[in-house]
């Protein structure tokens, strides 16, 4: 099986094609150099509509209001933030079921300028009802949300990035893995951000949680673990995105809170993945220096 992500995914879309007569791929030339066999082979369920990413979700919509199970895919910018309207309508004012995924996330298309950067795209979905948004850290992960998602009948979002963790977990949706426990702050680590997490944090006396599903949002782990006041989110997408989830989770609970993630401002420079990683404080060497600072303030001490 592939080991990369996003070829996992193709891969994973095409063997379900293949499986079920009621799964339908729809695209926009994104990732066609891995469909072809397939759409050679089912041509009626398997449709590239080119680059029209309104068009894209419509078709998926309409599939699925005929019965069909639609996997609709292209990158995230294009899919949620381009398409946003059509997927707020076609899919959730309809009130049908369908598997959107996203590649590309943040920064994998450094080089393609902002037009293929999505940092806000978890948080532009989170506004919506009634879907269910995974953010797989590995591409074993991918897979079974994908084929989980298209198992199911409701909404789900799946975030495809380049970028990956060394393990893969059981993907759970409402459940977060407790992957080290400590006396300290407890660290939320969402997606590809485990490893770096893990890194960054080496000798601290921490509790770490990954989440490779942020919604549902999994409030019962994070109260049930919770050691000191502190709580570190580190998310790979726009810094914030499931604050007040953790607020929420914690309304009876005096805590502090760090927020971890993309900045929202604009990198004007291409550069590669890893650079804007790091630009943004997202590697190892920067999530170590904000927790530091972190645990220095007025509550927290030295861990």
Known sequence: M?????????QTAADLVEEDLSVALVYAEISGQFF??????HPDRVVNVGIREQLL???????????????VHTFGSFLVERAFEQVKLGFGHQDVGGVLVGSGGSFDIASGGRTHQSPGDVALMGTLP?????????ADEVEAALRQSVAGDGRAYLRVVSQQNARAFPVRPGHFHVVRRGAGPTVLAVGPMLDPVLEALAGLDVTVLYA??????????????????EVVLVEPYL????????????SDVPHRLLALGVRNEELRRY???SQHIAAHGLDAAGIRASVDRFLAGPVGGAA
Do not use: K
């Not at 072809?36 to 082979?41: A, H, T, W």
């Not at 979700?57 to 996997?71: D, K, Q, W, Y």
């Not at 879907?131 to 850290?137: D, E, N």
């Open 2 to 10: 592939a080991r990369d992500p996003r070829q996992r995914f193709a």
């Open 36 to 41: 072809g066999d397939v759409e050679s082979r």
């Open 57 to 71: 979700v419509n078709v998926g919509a309409g599939l699925a209001l005929s019965g069909m199970r639609p996997i």
């Open 130 to 138: 009634g879907w269910t948004l995974h953010v797989p850290g590995h």
């Open 212 to 229: 490779n599903v942020v919604r549902p949002f999994d409030s019962g782990t994070l109260r049930a673990v919770l050691g000191s006041p």
């Open 239 to 250: 810094a914030g995105t499931s604050s007040r989830f953790v607020s929420d989770a914690l």
């Open 271 to 273: 550069g590669s993945p």
